[in-house]
């Protein structure tokens, strides 16, 4: 069962930018989709994009531009790049496997203030 742990988090102003890490342990991790999500408390976990195994990207529009996911195999890692941050992206940031809605990690906390 892979399980992730994500870090980077912290406090920005709004404009900046900030690098989050998804560190996975499990085998699979290589043959895996791994996206990122956020959530803010009361509301609905919302999905800010994807990488491939073979490191392919994709993302909502409300994030396109300014996010880019990357990947690491051999470091069995993740990184969420985030620039041009808005008040609006504060949240905790997520990862799992593509379609897995369980066995979440910690999540890491990212507050943009203007």
């Known amino acids: 069962q892979v399980q992730f742990v994500e870090s980077g988090g912290g406090l920005v102003q709004a404009g900046g930018s900030l690098r989050l890490s998804c560190e996975a342990s499990?085998?699979?991790?290589?043959?895996?989709?791994i996206d990122w999500y956020r959530q803010v408390p009361g509301k609905q976990r919302e999905w800010v994009g994807g990488?491939?195994?073979?490191?392919?990207?994709v993302y909502p529009d409300s994030v396109k531009g300014r996010f880019t996911i990357s990947r690491d195999n051999a470091k069995k890692s993740v990184y969420l790049n985030m620039s041009s941050l808005k008040p609006e992206d504060t949240a905790v940031y997520y990862c799992?496997?593509?379609?897995?809605?369980?066995?979440w990690g910690p999540g890491t906390q990212v507050t943009v203030h203007s």
């Open positions: 799992n496997i593509w379609g897995r809605f369980n066995h």
């Open positions: 499990g085998s699979t991790f290589v043959s895996v989709r």
């Open positions: 990488v491939t195994p073979g490191g392919n990207d």
